[in-house]
Nanobody
Framework: QVQLVESGGGLVQAGGSLRLSCAASGRTFTRTGMGWYRQAPGKERVFVAAIKWSTSSTYYADSVKGRFTIFRDNAKNTVYLQMNSLKPEDTAVYYC??????????????WGQGTLVTVSS
């Protein structure tokens, strides 16, 4: 099993920045990538960003390209999502995920509990 614990959500004004963290533990070696998804009120959960463990290659949804950056700290087994130039439409519960990288997407099979990000206008 893989355990994921997120932190770093909160309230920020439009144009501001937040950094989310996801600490992984357990059988992380059985997964080949980690990423972030988000779910806005009344909407489906959607992909935000992913990072491949073996190459550190990164992948982003078009809606966040150029504003969000995913990166990792191997020593801490932690993945981060740096979010800049936040917009009200970025408001959502953000979920950390671990799973198998498939080409340019992540097939998640482990989830964190979620952390709320609220961007005020």
């Amino acid at each position: 099993q893989v355990q994921l614990v997120e932190s770093g959500g909160g309230l920020v004004q439009a144009g501001g920045s937040l950094r989310l963290s996801c600490a992984a533990s357990g059988r992380t070696f059985t997964r080949t990538g980690m990423g972030w998804y988000r779910q806005a009120p009344g909407k489906e959960r959607v992909f935000v960003a992913a990072i491949k463990w073996s190459t550190s290659s990164t992948y982003y949804a078009d809606s966040v390209k150029g504003r969000f950056t995913i990166f990792r700290d191997n020593a801490k087994n932690t993945v981060y999502l740096q979010m800049n130039s936040l917009k009200p439409e970025d408001t959502a519960v953000y979920y950390c995920a671990a799973g198998i990288m498939l080409s340019i997407s992540l097939r998640p099979d482990a989830w964190g509990q979620g952390t709320l990000v609220t961007v005020s206008s």
